[in-house]
């Protein structure tokens, strides 16, 4: 069975720093896409962040971009989001998945296929 779990959600101040892991297992990172996504209090859940483990490229969403940074370890089969200078409005539950990723000129798309469970991350002061 194909498991993603996500981990490092708290409470972090403005201007903070905070790590998200998400260590996947029943499937290898290598030549995988893994994502970031968050689901805001009664909002819709959206996009953040991606990393195509086939070439190493690496996808932000406009709001956390210069901010986030998303990357994997394959040996540990673990993908990471740091959240650099997180603001008020990114607290949210943070998600990670697996799924199949494609890009068409500057946009780009993740379709997952498996979920992790969130890892809930509140900034405040």
């Known amino acids: 069975d194909v498991q993603l779990q996500a981990s490092g959600g708290g409470l972090v101040q403005p201007g903070g720093s905070l790590r998200l892991s998400c260590t996947v297992s029943?499937?290898?990172?290598?030549?995988?896409?893994i994502g970031w996504f968050r689901q805001a209090s009664g909002k819709e859940r959206e996009r953040v962040s991606v990393?195509?483990?086939?070439?190493?490229?690496?996808y932000y969403e406009d709001s956390v971009a210069g901010r986030f940074a998303i990357s994997s370890d394959v040996a540990k089969n673990t993908v990471y989001l740091e959240m650099n200078g997180p603001k008020p409005e990114d607290t949210a539950v943070y998600y990670c998945?697996?799924?199949?990723?494609?890009?068409?000129?500057?946009?780009?798309?993740?379709?997952?296929?498996?979920w992790g469970q969130g890892t809930l991350v509140t900034v405040s002061s």
């Open positions: 998945a697996a799924g199949t990723f494609s890009t068409f000129g500057s946009s780009w798309h993740l379709r997952p296929e498996y």
């Open positions: 029943g499937l290898t990172l290598d030549r995988r896409a």
């Open positions: 990393i195509n483990n086939f070439d190493g490229k690496t």
